[in-house]
């Protein structure tokens, strides 16, 4: 048996009318002699009124893509605050310049930006919204009694 996952559907009858695989699995059960070949044999023995159907693979993105994506003026705005700013716009505009040879530049200069300064204090608080809470003051409840005592 291959490590394919078939999922079987039923109609109100309880009767099997589609087997739901991948794309591969599809592509090798067209192949005489095959693992997927055989498994489809047995599905189509059991269910003769059973469709293959083929499911579309959801890409899906890891977490850490998800990240903050600034355009370059708020990342130029944000490195001029910076201590040696110039010594990161210089560095910014040498690797958008580097890899605007494949087209791909503000992926890579986002990148670059993200880790050079995602675990400083300012990062957090302009992009990430991070801000400390500030104590609450206690309630007076009353001014005016307070005030007459």
């Keep these: 048996m291959s490590n394919t996952k078939i ?3 039923r109609n109100q009858k309880n009767e ?12 090798r ?16 023995a059991k269910h003769p009124k059973a469709k293959m159907v083929v499911i579309k693979n959801k890409k ?6 998800k990240r903050i994506r ?13 201590d ?9 505009r040498r690797i958008k310049k580097m890899t605007a040879i494949n087209g791909n530049s503000y992926n890579t200069v986002v990148k670059w930006f ?13 992009f990430k919204e991070i801000i400390e809470e500030k104590p609450v003051a206690e309630k007076v409840v009353d001014i005016k009694r307070v005030v007459n005592e």
């Design 29 to 44: 059960a067209d192949i005489f002699g095959t693992q997927e070949y055989d498994e489809w044999e047995k599905i189509v």
């Design 84 to 92: 040696n700013s110039e010594m990161y716009l210089e560095e910014m």
């Design 114 to 126: 993200n880790n050079t300064f995602e675990n400083t204090a300012d990062y957090k608080l302009t």
């Design 7 to 9: 999922t079987l559907k």
């Design 70 to 82: 600034p355009s370059y003026d708020k990342m130029i705005d944000f490195i001029k605050t910076q």
């Design 60 to 65: 899906i993105q890891p977490k850490a893509e």
């Design 16 to 27: 099997v009318i589609a087997a739901i695989v991948s794309k591969t699995f599809r592509k």
